[in-house]
């Protein structure tokens, strides 16, 4: 019987140790930023034209910040915590740091690390950072 230890193959490892967060922070960055240099005027206006009594594209981006509190608050088993309308030209900033607080959240997380949210449905923390890439993904193509 040998007792050496088995050498893992060279590759992509099976079991991602840790959930990674690298794409999510550039893309949530990048909106913030873009929402930063976004005219009061384009803030103002409304995300899209077609819909009549669409918000506006900060409107859109607080509800975005809204959102990610929420799943950062859900990963920590913490209650919710309200992301107070501070007005047009600080939405980009509050997307950073709610994106911050949730990848803050995650980064000891392995990708299988089984979490409950409040919607009840059982996830892992691989599925929020999904979730949350596709909820900024779309805010990017909106504004």
């Known amino acids: 019987m040998s007792s050496r230890i088995p050498i893992p193959p060279v590759g992509k490892p099976s ?13 949530s960055g990048a909106v913030a930023d873009r929402l930063r240099h976004l005219s009061e005027a384009r803030l103002k206006a409304p995300l899209t034209a077609r819909q009549e009594g669409a918000p506006s594209r900060a409107g859109a981006a607080l509800a975005l910040a809204q959102c990610l509190a929420d799943l950062a608050a859900a990963v920590e088993g ?53 979730r949350a890439r596709e909820m900024v993904r779309e805010l990017a193509a909106a504004i």
């Open 15 to 27: 079991v991602s140790l840790t959930v990674d967060l690298g794409p999510f922070l550039k893309e």
């Open 78 to 130: 913490e209650p919710r915590r309200e992301v107070p309308d501070l007005g047009v030209f600080v939405v980009g900033d509050q997307i950073a740091v709610t994106s911050g607080d949730l990848a803050a959240a995650l980064e000891p997380l392995a990708e299988e690390h089984p979490l409950g949210l409040d919607d009840g449905e059982p996830t892992t923390a691989g599925d929020v950072v999904r």
